[in-house]
């Protein structure tokens, strides 16, 4: 990697920086590299982004630095996500903390996946006695419970795990707050509480007879995979991200697996990489097709076309009288995650998600919300961004704005 960092041009204004969602200074990590100052680069990372390993390896990089590299234009960009990868990886398996010694207020952070991770080691770090709920049997959200082995390693997801320990933060597994134990409760013993839950609740396709028994869902069947029985063609319904590794996964499976999009392939927000490797891997793809309803032997789908309205922008219609029957033995919706509301005490937005103000509160006191169950569904490190911002806005709340 050290001849490709080589050619990093170091730009003044790099777009690769820019467009980066948490701005990662790559030109300063790039010039430590080249320089063989690798702990230094690595602590950098680590410290600006405590999720740097997982982004390096789970990131849309052709969106962010990777594609905005000024060296495109070359067709030679710096694949600076490798490097990421080489010295968060090998920093995560080598690294070790002391116990942070405790000087400040009580958090309780609801949820262990990537938002709760990073704000457990950013509190934990600035002197908070920090202790993390979530329902699930063992740290890491979606992190463990939502993206394949394949596209990351669960040993990394442990890295985390025991770096929370050593830090000092307490992990509290198999309780759901909201039902065992409710969000008043929970404030009686809590000076601050986050709610970090993510979007764990999938969105129904909204398609007549969706209720069928062969219908499921990709936040569902990625939990577990093996422990469904799919018959033997699987057709899965979107063209994200989560449907590229739902039908990886039923693919690796043995399963006849196809995936059904209502738009093109250039329409797909997936990231690219993952589409090819789902079409290298033996996953038929059929596009324009619109899902209108389910039976007991398969789907019903309409043909569809792309239209531009008035002010340029483009939309997907329904071709009149072209629906046609799939057969097919299971169908897997991956369309949306939404949030699961649990704090009936909490009031929502017009958009389901609880409201806030602007400096991430709820409407209860000192009860804040940061990550996919703040912003929507979104990325890895987004949620690590987020948590940046939410715990600055504690730390104000709490009068401790002194770095």
């Known amino acids: 990697m050290h001849q490709d960092a080589n050619r990093c041009l170091k730009c003044k204004n790099a777009l690769c920086q820019k467009n980066c969602p948490i701005h990662t200074d790559i030109p300063k990590i790039i010039d430590l590299y080249i320089n063989n ?10 410290k600006h982004n ?29 694949h600076f996500y490798e490097i990421e990868q080489e010295l968060s990886l090998a920093y995560l398996n080598d690294v070790h903390f002391d116990k942070n010694e405790i000087t400040k207020a009580k958090v309780a952070i609801i949820g ?15 002197g908070y006695d920090v202790t993390m709920f979530d329902e699930n049997s063992d740290l890491g959200g979606v992190l463990r419970y939502g993206i394949p082995d394949f596209r990351l390693d669960k040993k990394i997801v442990d890295h985390y795990k025991r770096i929370l320990l050593e830090k000092g933060v307490k992990l509290r597994n198999n309780v759901r707050i909201g039902t065992t134990i409710s969000l008043g409760k929970l404030k009686d013993n809590f000076d601050i509480v986050l709610i970090a839950t993510g ?28 422990s469904f ?25 043995g399963y006849d697996t196809y995936v059904y999009y209502r738009k093109t392939f250039e329409d797909m927000p997936a990231n690219k990489d993952e589409i090819e490797e789902a079409i290298a891997e033996g996953v038929k793809f059929e596009v324009f097709e619109v899902p209108i309803a389910m039976d007991d032997k398969g789907m019903i789908f309409a043909k569809g076309k792309n239209e531009i309205d008035e002010n340029g922008k483009k939309y997907t219609v329904t071709i009149a009288d072209t629906e046609h029957h799939v057969d097919c ?27 806030t103000d602007d400096k991430h509160m709820t409407s209860m006191d000192n009860v804040f919300v940061a990550g996919d169950a703040y912003l929507g569904a979104k990325t890895v490190v987004s949620a690590s961004n987020d948590a940046y911002e939410v715990v600055k806005c504690i730390k104000e709340k709490l009068g401790d704005v002194h770095e």
Request: hydrophobic residues 40%; neutral net charge; charged residues 20%.
């Open 37 to 46: 100052e690798i702990k230094k680069a690595q602590e950098l990372l680590f």
């Open 50 to 78: 405590p999720l740097s390993a997982i982004c390096s390896l789970v990131c849309d990089h052709q969106r962010q630095c990777f594609g905005h590299c000024v060296l495109n234009h070359k067709n030679v960009p710096i």
């Open 112 to 126: 262990q996946g990537p938002c709760g991770i990073a704000s457990a080691i950013l509190l934990s770090d600035d």
């Open 199 to 226: 979007t764990s609740m999938a969105k129904m396709a909204n398609i007549k007879n969706e209720t069928v028994y062969n219908m499921h869902y990709a936040v569902d069947f990625l939990k577990d995979p093996s």
């Open 229 to 253: 029985d799919l018959g033997h063609k699987v057709i899965v319904i979107g063209g994200g991200n989560v449907a590229m590794d739902a039908s990886r996964c039923a693919k690796r499976l």
């Open 329 to 355: 033995d299971s169908v897997i919706a991956a369309i949306s995650q939404t949030l699961r509301v649990d704090f009936k005490e909490l009031s929502l937005n017009k958009w389901g998600f609880y409201e």
